[in-house]
């Protein structure tokens, strides 16, 4: 088994759609490598930022951002920093994955226009800020549009193969599974805190996240998990976390403290206990998914599977599907009513999410000067993850 097949597995992701038999390769490897353009309402593709519109007064300043190698909230926490504006106030259509080159739309109350202009670093650009009248929310757009280099392929793939894959993903699809990014790339254990979170135990939870070890993580990282399951020095453990794993140490610090552990969970950004909650809901979808496939169940294409929740109605659901769900969620101690949760804005009513996800202009070149080398350009529908789509491919 690959390592990433590995992690895959850690976060319930088992199983293909494509029958090709994959050509291997990394992704990802420079950011560069993966670029991602939003697609917006009206169906045009970000590109150079004029896409947006011309300036026409309001209270919102709305943006093209640009960035490289960031998360779209550290990103915007940087230009927060920047301009002095509240992280509060922006509002993006969704979040955009950091290993990559991506660019979104963003808007910001009441923002300065010109200082955004201004800001132009080597991994973050503003493009053509406007003035509008109206914020942008999660879900504000039609999709994404891939640009993806494969590196490093292992066997040639002639033409007619190639474009037997196109058409072939084009009509069947894949497994519309939440990517490895939703819980984590480097240490996928966001869903076991937010298990941890919808049983209450909040102490677990801090240990989870604190004593968790990933091989993908540097030595230095792990050397200080392990001291902290070892029950050594906070104050040394403290000390020695960079600054950048703020999440970490506002845990020790609260421990330090003697604060409770609920207490320290409550002091917590909402958006990323929010995130941990919604990675556990996604890691039973990926669960619920893979098993469905394994057994072939019928007309999965068409289906369109809940994501679990207080107001999920069970007995809708055909009774294999509601079987499973009942089963997963007994064998982590927790019902539906878990995800009313006693934090207010932690409660969870779920939805629901198409089981196969169809890629559209699907356009796959090898490099004849590099013939290990891929291009792949693809586009998919808003919630949708390119990592889930080309693992079909390598």
């Not at 509060?88 to 290993?99: P, R, V, W």
């Not at 939440?178 to 805190?193: D, M, N």
């Not at 792990?222 to 999440?247: C, D, H, N």
Request: glycine share 8%; hydrophobic share 35%.
């Amino acid at each position: 088994m690959t390592e990433s097949a590995s992690l895959e597995e850690q976060v319930g992701i088992k199983g293909h759609n494509l029958t090709f038999a994959g050509v291997g390769g990394i992704i990802k490897l420079l950011p560069e490598d993966f670029l991602v353009h939003e697609i917006l309402p009206n169906g045009e593709i970000l590109y150079t930022g004029d896409e947006i519109g011309k300036d026409v007064g309001g209270m919102y300043v709305h943006f093209v951002l640009w960035k490289r190698g960031l998360d779209t909230n550290s990103a915007l926490k940087r230009i927060s920093k920047l301009c002095h504006h509240n992280e509060k106030d922006f509002g993006y259509a969704g979040l955009k994955d950091a290993h990559a080159e991506t660019i979104q739309r963003i808007s910001v109350w009441s923002g300065q226009k010109e200082c955004l202009g201004d800001i132009n670093l080597p991994n973050l650009k503003i493009l053509n800020p406007i003035r509008q009248k109206f914020g942008i929310s999660i879900g504000d757009l039609v999709g994404n549009r891939f640009q993806v280099r494969i590196r490093n392929t292992q066997r040639n793939v002639n033409h007619s193969e190639w474009k037997t894959v196109c058409s072939e993903s084009e009509s069947n699809g894949f497994l519309n599974f939440y990517g490895l990014q939703r819980f984590g790339s480097k240490r996928p254990i966001l869903h076991k805190f937010g298990r941890y979170l919808l049983q209450e135990k909040y102490s677990l939870a801090i240990d989870s996240y604190l004593g968790t070890e990933s091989k993908f993580e540097n030595e230095k990282i792990s050397s200080l998990r392990k001291m902290y399951v070892k029950k050594e020095s906070l104050a040394e453990i403290y000390a020695l976390f960079p600054y950048t794993y703020s999440f970490e140490r506002r845990m020790l610090s609260g421990l330090m403290k003697r604060s409770s552990p609920e207490k320290i969970i409550r002091s917590f950004p909402i958006y990323f206990l929010r995130l941990a909650i919604s990675a556990y809901q996604s890691f039973i979808f990926n669960k619920l998914l893979s098993k469905l496939h394994t057994k072939r169940y019928e007309l999965l294409s068409q289906l369109r599977l809940p994501i679990i929740g207080y107001s999920t109605n069970m007995s809708t659901l055909p009774l294999e599907i509601k079987s499973l769900l009942q089963d997963f969620l007994a064998f982590d101690n927790l019902n539906l009513k878990s995800f009313n949760h006693e934090i207010k804005k932690l409660s969870s009513k779920g939805t629901e999410r198409a089981a196969i996800v169809k890629p559209s202009d699907v356009k796959i070149t090898s490099n004849l000067a590099k013939n290990d080398d891929v291009q792949i350009h693809f586009s998919l529908p808003k919630g949708s993850y390119g990592t889930m789509f080309l693992r079909e491919v390598i």
